[in-house]
């Protein structure tokens, strides 16, 4: 393939073109090769992970092509962010969707045949229309030119996703129809399948697959058990003050964590499908717009959402899939500054995802959906296996997507902060021999009554039953009822109890349970650090804290983006990322000149920001240090 192979020439204009319109100086690993195998009019499929930098590789090429390209995209929102994006650098670009009246459509048709757009945005529905397919693109080709099709979050083609969108589906018609018009497929999705379904879907022809790797080497990832603290740690974490999404599993919970976190004086709104449109709208917008700091979501929020400077992602509940909880953990840090995400994990959650799995039932017989309910069990193991890790997160995350990952990575909990071992044997035995000799009698209990004979409780319903009689009534004292919860979840997910229904969640031993009874195996747990000692290390992600100056600089930095933003209605981040904020922080640029080489500052943005911000350094913070 000759149009692949680098020559210094075209590496330097490409470079140069990456300064002007994105005000980058390099290209991030991966995204060479693509703009290349764009230029030369091939078709390609691209995986690259949430915040890799997607946008770009299409983007350039569209600038760097002769005429229009057409870009796919799922939604509005992502749509009209993108489009936003690209005019602040200067870019000529425009959307059609159903938002838009027959009015504005015409003129914008108009503006296309009249090729004053190198991209245009089009809803998959919309593209595929007679008007657009014999009439508009036609005369198009004819015209200015049609450069490519762009077809961004291309898995919502596959049924396999997690997004299936049936109007994508159609999209394989474009291949037959125009085949002389190079197609370019962008996903983020991870799992083979999906690929294998994008390129069969749309038809692409001989495409070049280009995979990054999944790391997100940017994001810190930690699991902590939920408990009493958990809320205080969530709090803890908003005080910090930056953009924050928390995740629950119901709208109740969202309602009621986001009314909390409001009375504790943190900004924060909610986001799940039983707001109104307008609601859902409002909230996602003043979101975007750092006019609330934190939104309290279930799963119904993000994938719309164009926010680059999320800095921390909490799972309140348990997410159902690896896949699931690697999209949504990755909307913190698109823009490649440090960013955290944590997931609260407890027994009640697998209760819970137990039940939930358990409902999967055909709408019409009300028979349980065995095939589904099988792949939703073996998804909820997985995703039990990271929370229980004891291994690198990352390591298990990037196993899942069939990486390979050596350890120790230095920004996720069980690196920085590896949990001790120790030997839980006999208080396994304990807790077994408790559930054997409730099943002699017959009886049968969920966790937390165990706990409670273990550490001999008095309450009314053991007195009742009568089980302060029992041999292993009282012999836990010893241990919290939070270590007790630690075990039981280690006996649950390594199979050595299952859990069945009795109208409520009961436990049984399992054959693996005669094993540690006999002792002939061990049980070693891993007890989690308490998060008053985890707080005192700091965790790599955070060592190079920026000095107080610069961080007082860095604020005031925002303050003016944020002025700037709300005079043309735009996110904040659309002036800025959070990355070049950092290094005019740092670097001070005193004028246009060294203005210029901050990441970030494109020919359009210098014209545009470079004065005030100049100004601002140069009244506020001294010269930097040599
Ligand atoms: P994706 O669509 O893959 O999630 P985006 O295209 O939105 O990611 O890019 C994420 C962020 O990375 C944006 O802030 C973008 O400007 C930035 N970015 C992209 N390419 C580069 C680059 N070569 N150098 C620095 N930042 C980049
Ligand atoms: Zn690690």
Known sequence: MRSTEPSPVASL??????????????????????????LADKDLLAVMPTGGGKSLCFQL????????????????????????????????ASYLNSSLDSAESAN????????????????????????????????????????????????????????FRPEYRRLGDLRARFPDTPCYAFTATATERVRADIVQQLALREPSLHLASFNRANLYYAVRPKGGRSYAELLALARGQHSGIVYCLSRKRVDELSAKLCEDGIVALPYHAGLSAQARHEHQERYIRDDAQVIVATVAFGMGINKLDVRW???????KSMEGYYQEAGRAGRDGEPARCILYYGLGDIHTAEF?????????????????????????????????????????????????YSPPCGACDNCVEPKE????????????????????????????????????????????NGHETLSTYGIGSRRSVDEWRQLARALLHQGHVQETHDGFPVLTLTERARTLLRGEEALMLAIAAKPEKARRRKPAADQDAPLPAEEALFQRLRTLRKSLADEQAVPPYVVFADAALRAMARDRPRSLTAFAAIPGVGARKLDRYGARFVELIRDEAPEAPA
Not at 313 to 319: G, N
Not at 362 to 376: F, N, W, Y
């Open 13 to 38: 204009e490409l470079l140069r073109a990456l300064k002007q319109w994105f005000g980058y100086d390099r290209f991030r690993p991966g995204q060479e090769a693509v703009v290349r195998d764009a």
């Open 356 to 404: 939930l799995i358990s409902r999967k039932l055909d709408p019409v017989s009300g028979e349980p959906l065995e095939a589904e309910q099988r792949v939703a069990r073996q998804q909820l193991r997985r995703l039990l296996d990271y929370a229980e890790a004891t291994d690198c997160r990352r390591l298990v995350q990037l196993r899942y997507f069939g990486e390979t």
């Open 61 to 92: 090429p569209a600038l760097l092509k002769p005429g229009t390209m057409i870009v796919v995209s799922p939604l509005i929102a992502l749509m009209q962010d993108q489009v936003r994006l690209l005019k602040d650098n200067g870019i000529s």
């Open 421 to 464: 071992k120790q030997d839980w044997t006999l208080e396994a035995q304990q807790f077994l021999s408790c559930i054997a000799r409730l099943n002699q009698r017959g009886q049968r209990f969920g966790a937390a009554y165990i706990i409670e004979v273990l550490r001999g409780a008095k309450t009314e319903k053991i007195e009742r």
């Open 313 to 319: 992602v909490v799972h309140y509940d348990l997410p």
């Open 108 to 163: 914008r048709i108009r503006s296309l045949l009249a090729g004053d757009y190198r991209l245009l945005y089009v809803a998959p529905e919309r593209l595929m229309t007679l008007e657009f397919l014999e009439s508009l693109l036609p005369r198009l080709i004819e015209g200015p030119g049609l450069s490519a099709f762009t077809i961004d979050e291309a898995h919502c083609v596959s049924e396999w996703g997690h997004d």
